[in-house]
């Protein structure tokens, strides 16, 4: 079983929660980082933070950088949380078990800095599951930005990465997650998840 697991889904098809409910509370010594809503008292979207995986366990003390804030019109931005606190992450990741990446293939592909780190910790021997953005819903985020072409050919060349790197599976989810997706996660988790 290869090292590193990514599945390519949108945010509907419940690769996220099948990572989440299958990893359970193993995600509390993971590295790596989560992408959550921020849901206002009135149930609106506010937002997307960026938290550190063990989050994801229920870990008590994570402040999530809101990297997108849908509070203002147009949304907002903030480069920074993927310039700092995601490359702080990712530089951390290889220090645990295994790592989470939730989820790859909007904006931050077109920061450098992130792209670096991004590079040096998939380089690394690091057991590692995430979540890849189809292309399609990489296109509606940069035009739902007004971000230019470059974000799209930064997230082919993601893909061509890790499709091309013989300890990288990566699994395209075309509906909802299914059995064999799920019977792939569980392969992967008792291989690489203590």
């Avoid at 989050?55 to 997108?68: E, P």
């Avoid at 939730?102 to 690091?126: K, M, N, T, Y």
């Avoid at 974000?151 to 909802?176: F, H, P, Y």
């Amino acid at each position: 079983m290869q090292k590193k697991l990514f599945f390519c889904c949108s945010s509907a098809d419940g690769g996220r929660e099948a990572i989440l409910r299958e990893l359970g509370g193993a995600l509390a010594g993971a590295g790596g980082f989560i992408t959550r809503q921020a849901i206002g008292a009135d149930g609106a979207l506010l937002g997307l933070d960026l938290l550190p995986a063990a989050a994801a366990a229920g870990v008590d003390g994570f402040h999530g950088a809101r990297f997108l804030d849908f509070t203002a019109v147009p949304p907002k931005t903030d480069n920074d949380v993927f310039r700092l606190e995601a490359v702080r992450l990712l530089q951390e990741a290889p220090y645990y078990p295994f790592t989470l990446l939730d989820s790859l293939g909007s904006f931050e592909l077109v920061i450098p800095q992130f792209r670096e780190a991004l590079s040096l910790f998939l380089s690394a021997d690091v057991p590692c599951v995430g979540i890849v953005k189809p292309l399609d819903e990489t296109e509606l985020m940069r035009s739902f930005l007004g971000l230019g072409e470059r974000m799209i050919d930064q997230a082919i060349r993601l893909r061509a990465s890790l499709e091309s790197d013989a300890d990288t599976l990566v699994i395209d989810v075309d509906d909802k997650f299914d059995e064999r997706g799920l019977a792939i996660l569980r392969q992967w988790a008792r291989a690489y998840v203590r």
